[in-house]
């Protein structure tokens, strides 16, 4: 007898056991599957399918991103956190918050980062030093500044943990910050 459990397929009722067989009543499964086999489950309805990629393990701890714009801006075209981050599946599991992302970004990385995707700046720039003056950053090193610095502010308010963004390593937190 196949170990097949029908009664998430079909309504049973079971009126009695003889010698360790249900007696089974109106809805019963058929003897074979004879005319089952060629059944086709409905297609999946394109328009019913998530709009916004899977970023919601992301937002159990960054919740703050959740209506982060750059975040929303990219979900929108159906691009995640995992996109540039990793599947970070370690990092996701780690309730002591010591694993680090797959993949994080020192400020030298974020513009080659972005340019994978956004091949080319056409805003002209008259608008981006009105952006660098509006956002109080006109004064900084040019050599500071990211895509990131004007686009968004994609950034962690208060950390708890920090990593080096280069090697993944852990950082301690100096002592005077452990006792705020």
Known sequence: MSRLHWSALFPLTVIGLAAGTAVLLAGAPPLSLEGY???KLPEADEAAAPA???NEPCFVCHGNFREERLVTVHAAKKVGCVKCHGESVAHR???GHRTPPERMFAPEAV???CRK???KHDVP???VVALLQERGLQDRPAGQLTCTSCHFDHRIAERTVRWDRHTGRLLER???ETTR
């Open 117 to 119: 995707c956004h091949k």
């Open 125 to 127: 720039a008259r608008k």
């Open 93 to 95: 599991n780690d309730e």
């Open 111 to 113: 513009d080659p980062l």
């Open 174 to 176: 100096p002592a005077e």
């Open 52 to 54: 916004l990629p899977a």
């Open 37 to 39: 086999l060629d059944e």
